[in-house]
């Protein structure tokens, strides 16, 4: 009889010889469709258990930890992973990051099974699909996409007593739609939790809607211009600024977030906007874990915080830099609070109303631009970013959008973008095309950037 995933967990815990012992458990089943020239192509269910064992021991020099993940259903594939996390423990010099391990009970969902998904979360969905499939090839235009669909079930155990489970539902939604030339292109994507608001037929029409506006073709020049990012473009370059706000970075002069002669930026103000960068596990829609889970330590996390209450985190509020990405270890080198990375992100602009199509009515000659791929960091001092744009770039000429345009190579920071948009929707939640695989609950508006750095034109298409 296949052992339960609390059952794995407490074998764990008693076979450790180690002083203290936390095990993170994530055990996931998804669900994917796949097509390609209007025609349903793959579609399949996985499932996997990961096991990850933080093994620590102590001495007079201080804490060492063993850290081993590996995919495991056994318990004897439990128990090897355990005695290797102990041995790596043995070895191991004190961990810098060393602390308490966190205190707890158990949960009340602890003995919970694990949640499932199957292919039945797109009931709704694929007979939607099947239509717009039609629309499409009435229009002479081919739909390519990708759906997917997982639910991860995680349990951290401690030596501690600490019993905690979470379970993160988490879908997307990618279609690329192309004229039956295949000489234009658009995309749109969307995040869900189960699919229940995700309307084919209505994302099929948007990329239609492009499409059209691509039937005339203009070329541009590399230059400054009014540009419209859309909210999956903001999520674009937001998700990368997240990512590298930790506190230690920035403590060590590493960062934009880095004060000059020392320490961080937190308490100055980067945007005269009434910007408010902010996470919450509860924020509706985009909820996610409650506590820390984390499998390896890194500048900005610690396995030695696993269990950790998360709390709402304003990142920005009122333009000004409130809290950056801190374990407990970086937090008291910086001397700021304990904020963990929360896995959602929202930007809201105070007094911000209205919607994309709004915010391009107010352009009288410029750019939208639709979404951004194959961004990188240039200065990790000014968060300068370069990257290209992707799957329409369209022209705005008094209020409406009249043709597509060349796509560009941009250099931007987005540090400098929450300080220079000149107009901003209500905040909508948002699918980054460039990172929405790895953090998909993002919400965040339409801005308008009177000077984007579209510093060359691409070739890509």
């Not at 269910?45 to 096991?51: F, G, K, N, P, R």
């Not at 002479?140 to 759906?147: F, K, N």
């Not at 304003?314 to 080198?333: C, T, V």
Request: hydrophobic share 40%; aromatic share 6%; with cysteine.
């Amino acid at each position: 009889m296949t052992p339960t995933p609390q059952e794995l967990v407490e074998r764990a815990l008693a076979t450790t010889t180690s002083d203290g012992c936390v095990v993170v458990l994530h055990h996931s089943t998804s669900a994917n469709l796949r097509w390609a020239n209007n025609t349903l192509t793959t579609n399949g269910v996985l499932d996997d258990s990961t096991v990850t064992v933080i093994a620590t021991r102590g001495d007079a020099t201080g804490t060492a930890a063993g850290v081993i993940s590996r995919s495991a259903s056994s318990t004897d594939q439990v128990t090897a992973i355990v005695e290797a996390a102990d041995a790596t423990a043995v070895a191991a010099a004190p961990a810098e990051d060393a602390a308490p391990l966190v205190d707890g009970d158990a949960a009340a969902d602890w003995d919970e099974p694990a949640a499932q998904t199957s292919i039945d979360v797109f009931d709704r969905f694929a007979p939607a699909l099947g239509e717009a499939f039609g629309r499409a090839r009435d229009a002479r235009e081919v739909l390519y996409g990708y759906v997917e669909h997982d639910v991860t079930t995680t349990y951290v155990g401690s030596s501690t007593g600490l019993r905690l489970r979470h379970v993160q539902p988490t879908g997307h939604v990618g279609i690329t739609g192309k004229d039956a030339d295949l000489a234009r292109s658009a995309w749109v994507g969307q995040a869900t939790r189960d699919f229940s608001d995700v309307d084919a037929l209505a994302l099929s029409a948007e990329l239609s809607r492009r499409l059209g506006w691509a039937e005339r073709k203009v070329d541009l020049p590399a230059g400054r211009y009014d540009t419209v990012l859309p909210p999956a473009a903001v999520a674009d370059l937001l998700i990368y600024l997240y990512w590298t706000a930790g506190g230690r970075d920035a403590h060590e002069g590493q960062t934009v977030f880095s004060r000059a002669g020392g320490g961080t930026r937190v308490g100055e103000r980067l945007a005269a906007k009434p910007v408010r960068l902010h996470s919450d596990p509860a924020l509706p829609g985009l909820e996610c874990a409650p506590f820390v889970m984390a499998t390896a330590s890194t500048s900005s996390s610690s396995v030695f915080d696993n269990g950790h209450p998360l709390a709402p985190t304003d990142w920005m509020r009122d333009g000004q830099l409130r809290s950056l990405l801190q374990s407990r270890h970086s937090a008291e080198m910086a001397g700021l609070p304990h904020t963990p990375a929360i896995d959602n992100l929202a930007l809201t602009i105070d007094g911000a109303h209205g919607s994309l199509d709004d915010v391009v009515a107010g352009v009288e000659n410029g750019l939208l631009l639709t979404c951004l791929w194959y961004i990188r960091e240039v200065d990790p001092q000014t968060l300068l970013l370069t990257g290209l744009t992707r799957d329409g770039v369209y022209l705005v000429e008094n209020g409406e959008v009249t043709g597509a345009v060349n796509n560009f190579r941009f250099n931007e920071s987005p540090v400098d973008l929450l300080d220079r948009f000149s107009a901003a929707s209500a905040t909508t939640p948002a699918f980054s095309r460039e990172w929405g695989d790895y953090f998909p609950r993002t919400a965040m508006p339409t801005l308008r950037v009177p000077d984007f750095n579209m510093s060359s034109v691409s070739q890509a298409s």
